[in-house]
């Protein structure tokens, strides 16, 4: 094979990014996927454009954590990582297939985690592909199996939920406040991205609060929690919002948020498990249920 260049990303170089991440990722599901569940999918262009926008951003924030691998000047890989706080996050990474296997993954996850080498925590959302969760292990991260939730919402297992309401820009505060509680680090403008892809609710009492970001089908795509019994409500009212009779999907559920399981169950929802939640430094957030890239 060619010399690998290994060299900071570019806005130009989102569009390839986008393709490569969507087919790796799509290879991995099918590889990995149960009988049982619907066949996987390739991201469709809509979420093209909101991974381009999340990755846009990092690379405005974070242009020291965003790396990719050339092959004879054609892009072949990305990794997309972060640092919020005293917290590195790995938010993409990714060779084309038929690539892989020769160590370009190494030198792209090298060049990301230079940028968090003055972090205290880690913190990445890893698929069930076992090349990729043995190279997690090798660079210190310690694997926590996720469960996902999926199947039609039970209309009449939905309880009534007080005090939970829209939330806005206005709730930002509030929201990285509830993040360090959980996860020991805030979001930042990571929020602001969120709000412009998704719908915000928020729960505040005198003993505790929460948030979510909802996706169209009703999912909570991003969950945090001072309490499980906030948590809870914000979930709750997450699925209320599906439309009736369509499937809902609710991915990145650790075991120490079982609260969430319940709420799943509850609402007649079948439980698979499927990829890790990797972390270094710190325990699995609770009550927290993890963005797939802002995490």
Known sequence: MTQVLIRP????????????????????????????????????????GLWIDRTRHTLTTDPEG???????????GGAISRVRELMWILASFAVRPGLQGQGIGHQLLAAAMHH???????????SADPGAVRRYRL??????????????????????????????????DLLNSIDRQTRGAAHLSDHEVLLDQLRLIVCERTNGAA????????????????????????????????TPGTTVSVHHITAANEWAVD???????SLHQSGYLCLRGMKPPAPYIHHGSLL
């Open 139 to 172: 660079a210190g991260f310690t694997l926590h199996p996720q469960m996902f939730l999926t199947g039609v919402v039970d209309r009449d297992a939905i309880p009534v939920v007080e005090r939970v309401r829209e939330g806005s820009a206005g709730d930002i």
């Open 211 to 242: 948030y979510a970001y909802v996706d169209e089908t009703g999912a909570p795509s991003l969950l945090a929690g001072t309490t499980r019994r906030t948590a809870t409500d914000v979930m709750w009212e997450a699925l209320g919002s599906s």
């Open 66 to 76: 965003c790396w990719v691998a050339e092959v004879d000047g054609e892009v072949v």
């Open 263 to 269: 709420v799943g169950l509850a609402a007649r929802m």
């Open 116 to 126: 968090g080498r003055g972090c205290l925590r880690g913190m990445l959302a890893a």
């Open 9 to 48: 990303a570019r806005e130009a170089d989102l569009e390839a990014l986008s393709a490569i991440t969507a087919t790796s990722y799509h290879e991995v599901d099918r590889r990995t996927f149960h009988r049982s569940w619907p066949d996987p999918e390739i991201r469709p262009p809509a979420r093209n």
